[in-house]
């Protein structure tokens, strides 16, 4: 793990001195949110709008690296360890790309919309996810953690194989967020609501067939 312990931090120490790079260029206030029709409707001083991302890189790799510490089912991770790894990479390489896509279009910079960014994102992240899930072992921070999963594995594996299906199946509807911006928060919402929905319903029917109980 140590290759890939080095690696996840140094993306947020790049994040930082991209950040300190850029400081003269920003504006003092930037613009750092968004409503669900893609309107600015907040923004914060170039300091914390330039470093609270960079920050959350850096909390959110020293959690992916203590994760597999800290489970005391972690002797699975094992099993699943590319696919976990290549999870984390993902989800920092996003924000990280979030994280520029905010300088850039702060400096004037607006080559792609931020609904447009989303959806080839997320679309991809939610793919993603579906193969992590269709991997996953036994532990109790990835994957569709219910009573049921936790206590059986074959409904564990059979559960997250499912959900990961769904989640691949729901990267295509995110990706038409590209046409149809205005509707890209509310089929996120819906999408994940009705797979973990789905998901729980799945494993505890699964599990009292499995258990005949």
Not at 16 to 23: D, S
């Amino acid at each position: 793990m140590k290759h890939f312990e080095i690696i996840i931090l140094l993306i947020p120490l790049i994040s930082f001195i991209i950040g300190v790079f850029f400081y003269p260029y920003m504006p003092e206030k930037i613009e750092i949110h968004w409503n669900t029709n893609f309107q600015v409707d907040q923004y914060v001083s170039k300091f914390w709008g330039l470093f609270s991302l960079p920050i959350t890189l850096l909390l959110l790799s020293f959690l992916f690296i203590i994760i597999p510490k800290v489970d005391p089912l972690r002797e699975n991770y094992k099993k699943f360890e590319k696919y976990y790894k290549g999870f984390c990479f993902l989800i920092l390489i996003f924000l990280f790309l979030t994280y520029l896509w905010l300088i850039a279009w702060n400096i004037g910079i607006r080559i792609i919309s931020l609904s447009a960014f989303l959806s080839i994102s997320l679309g991809i992240i939610s793919f993603y996810l579906g193969i992590l899930l269709e991997n996953v072992k036994q532990n109790w921070f990835i994957g569709i953690r219910t009573p049921w999963t936790l206590s059986n594995e074959k409904v564990w594996d059979k559960t997250n194989k499912t959900a990961g299906k769904l989640f691949k199946f729901s990267s295509i509807i995110i990706f038409l967020g590209v046409i149809f911006p205005k509707y890209l928060i509310f089929l996120i919402v819906i999408l994940a609501i009705l797979i973990s929905v789905y998901s729980i319903i799945y494993s505890y029917l699964l599990y009292q067939k499995i258990t005949n109980l």
